[in-house]
C-alpha cells in the first residue's frame, strides 16, 4: 500500500518555474514507478512524465519536453517535477501515481494516486 501527498502547486505568470514534489508513504516504494497526469478543467486527465523505480528512465509527453525534469529520491520517498518556462496551457490539477515495476503513460495503469495540487499559470 502507497499513499501519495503533491504539494509545491500555485499561481504564477507565464515564465515562471514551479517545483512539485510527490511525498509517498511505505518502505517499498522504491518498488514503485510513478507518473505526473494533469488535468484541466473540462479536459480528460493526460499524461506529463514518468520515472522508473530505480530512477534511471524518464518519459515525457511531447507537450512538455525540454521544459519539465521529473526526477526521484528514494532514501526521502519522494518524487519531484521541475516546471521552467511554464504557459498557461499547463494550466490544471497535476496528479502523482504509482504502480509496481515499469512506468505507464496511462492513468488506468496506475494503483494509487494522490488528491492533487492545483497550478495555474496567467498569462
Known amino acids: 500500500q502507497v499513499q501519495l501527498v503533491e504539494s509545491g502547486g500555485g499561481l504564477v505568470q507565464a515564465g515562471a518555474s514551479l517545483r512539485l514534489s510527490c511525498a509517498a508513504s511505505g518502505r517499498t516504494f522504491r518498488s514503485y514507478a510513478v507518473g505526473w497526469f494533469r488535468q484541466a478543467p473540462g479536459k480528460e486527465r493526460e499524461f506529463v512524465a514518468a520515472?522508473?523505480?530505480?530512477?534511471?528512465?524518464?518519459t515525457y509527453a511531447d507537450s512538455v519536453k525540454g521544459r519539465f525534469t521529473i526526477s526521484r529520491d528514494n532514501a526521502e520517498n519522494k518524487v519531484y517535477l521541475q516546471m521552467n518556462s511554464l504557459k498557461p496551457e499547463d494550466t490544471g490539477v497535476y496528479y502523482c501515481a504509482a504502480r509496481v515495476m515499469a512506468y505507464s503513460i496511462h492513468a488506468r495503469e496506475y494503483d494509487y494516486w494522490g488528491q492533487g495540487t492545483q497550478v495555474t499559470v496567467s498569462s
Open positions: 520515472i522508473t523505480f530505480s530512477g534511471e528512465r524518464t
